[in-house]
């Protein structure tokens, strides 16, 4: 039987971290003020932005919402980036995906300032990232090495399969497991026999966006099973990319989901807005 690794509990404990952190550096004068912009009302990004505030208030970050109707031109969408960009009351910004299809979402990324690219897209933090540098980290991903580090899944000369070559989960992920010394390789939909190169992982991570596609055949016995997926099953329940049921009596710790990779996201979001200000003690 699997060891369940709790992403509830982890994000709780990285919260209760950065609320600390946040709370000897308002004693120093150092506040923290996110940027929230969300244009139309789509209900799924209302949920993860009112998430994202409610995180931010409970850690004690301030949070600024931007509202903007559906049809905001994205010259308007620019200049208000620009100002937040100069604003320096304003430490992140976060422009929550995906915008209605009249606006260009890459040159929304990248008219953000990279020093305070939180959710860490822009090309630059990408670069940084693979240097090896200081930077913001995709939340997601980083979020998954917290997740394995606090449960004690060791990362160093392991090998490590990612399923999913995505801007925002695979290829990230790849470079944070490289960073931490894994052995690392990256799958995606032409990779000729998946179940071989899955099989020889120690550490496997999942972002292929298919319903319970990954089952017992594609897991070595005792790996570590990361799950990235969300979906909603034939009963309305939230489930992932991994077969859980199928998978969990071969593995020796799995992700659940809900309660897995989810809520990592946020508090990794919450980590890289403390960054934004880490160092800055005593300068103010
Ligand atoms: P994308 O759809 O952007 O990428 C899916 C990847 O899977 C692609 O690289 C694709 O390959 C690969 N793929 C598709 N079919 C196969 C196949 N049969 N065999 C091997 N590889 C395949 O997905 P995302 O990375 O954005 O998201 C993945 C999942 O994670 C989704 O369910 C999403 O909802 C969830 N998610 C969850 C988050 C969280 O916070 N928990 C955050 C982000 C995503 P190719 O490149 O060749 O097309």
């Known amino acids: 039987m699997a060891r369940l690794i709790n992403g509830k509990e982890i994000s709780k404990q990285i919260k209760d971290e950065l609320k600390e952190e946040v709370s000897g550096l308002k004693e120093q004068g150092v506040q923290i003020c996110l940027a ?19 995180a931010c208030a409970y850690i004690g970050i301030d949070s600024r919402s931007y509202e903007l109707p559906e049809d905001t031109g994205e010259e308007e969408l620019v200049n208000l980036v620009e100002s937040l960009n100069e604003d320096e009351s304003v430490n992140g910004i976060l422009v929550q995906l995906p915008l209605p299809a009249h606006i260009n979402e890459d040159r929304i990324i990248r ?9 860490g897209f822009h090309p630059v933090s990408v670069g940084r990232l693979w240097l090896g540098e200081k930077g913001f980290q995709s939340c997601t991903p ?41 052995t690392v390789t990256v799958t995606h939909s032409r990779t000729k026999d998946l179940r071989e190169v899955t099989k020889r992982a120690d550490i496997l991570i999942v972002a292929i966006g298919k319903k319970q596609f990954i089952t017992a055949e594609y897991v070595k016995k005792g790996a570590a099973v990361i799950d990235v997926g969300i979906h909603r099953d034939e009963n309305n329940h939230l489930c992932g990319d991994v077969d859980f049921d199928s998978v969990e009596p071969v593995a020796s710790a799995i992700t ?24 800055r003690e005593g300068s103010q």
Do not use: F, W
């Open 36 to 54: 929230v912009i969300q244009v139309g009302s789509d209900p799924a990004s209302s949920v993860y932005v009112n998430n994202k505030k409610k």
């Open 111 to 119: 008219t953000i300032s990279p020093d305070k690219d939180v959710d």
């Open 142 to 182: 980083a979020g998954i090495i917290q997740l394995l580090k606090r449960s004690g899944v060791q990362i160093e000369g392991r090998e490590c399969v990612i399923v999913g070559r995505s801007n925002i989960v695979g290829k990230p992920m790849a470079a944070l497991l490289l960073r931490e010394n894994g």
């Open 256 to 279: 659940p989901v809900p309660g897995g990779v989810g809520p990592m996201t946020i508090a990794m979001l919450m980590d890289n807005c403390v960054e934004s200000v880490r160092g």
